[in-house]
């Protein structure tokens, strides 16, 4: 079992920056790819950014150039660097993590969520 746990959203202003970070917790063999999902009023989820765990990362069109994701393995955690933030930038982030359990299967799991609004 893996436990993600968000922090840092917010409120922030149009053009300002913000890092959100996801820790994970929980006895499990390995945890693999880890990312950023958002999902806004009305919309579904959808993906920000993934990082594998040898740090290969995947983006957005729509946050290309002004996110980036990072991770600390040794400290099982996620990072998520916005900066230029935009109004449509608005949502609840989620942090995601695929795992491996001790059985060899693969498990995906999810945090509670974080806000981050962007408004002046």
């Known amino acids: 079992q893996l436990q993600l746990v968000e922090s840092g959203g917010g409120l922030v202003q149009p053009g300002g920056s913000l890092r959100l970070s996801c820790a994970a917790s929980?006895?499990?063999?390995?945890?693999?790819?880890m990312g950023w999902y958002r999902q806004a009023p009305g919309k579904q989820r959808e993906l920000v950014a993934t990082?594998?765990?040898?740090?290969?990362?995947n983006y957005a069109d729509s946050v290309k150039g002004r996110f980036t994701i990072s991770r600390d393995n040794a400290k099982s955690t996620v990072y998520l660097q916005m900066n230029s933030l935009k109004p449509e930038d608005t949502a609840v982030y989620y942090c995601?993590?695929?795992?491996?359990?001790?059985?060899?299967?693969?498990?995906?799991?999810w945090g509670q969520g974080t806000q981050l609004t962007v408004s002046s």
């Open positions: 995601n993590a695929a795992a491996t359990g001790w059985n060899r299967n693969e498990y995906y799991y």
């Open positions: 929980g006895v499990i063999f390995s945890i693999n790819t």
């Open positions: 990082i594998t765990i040898g740090g290969t990362t």
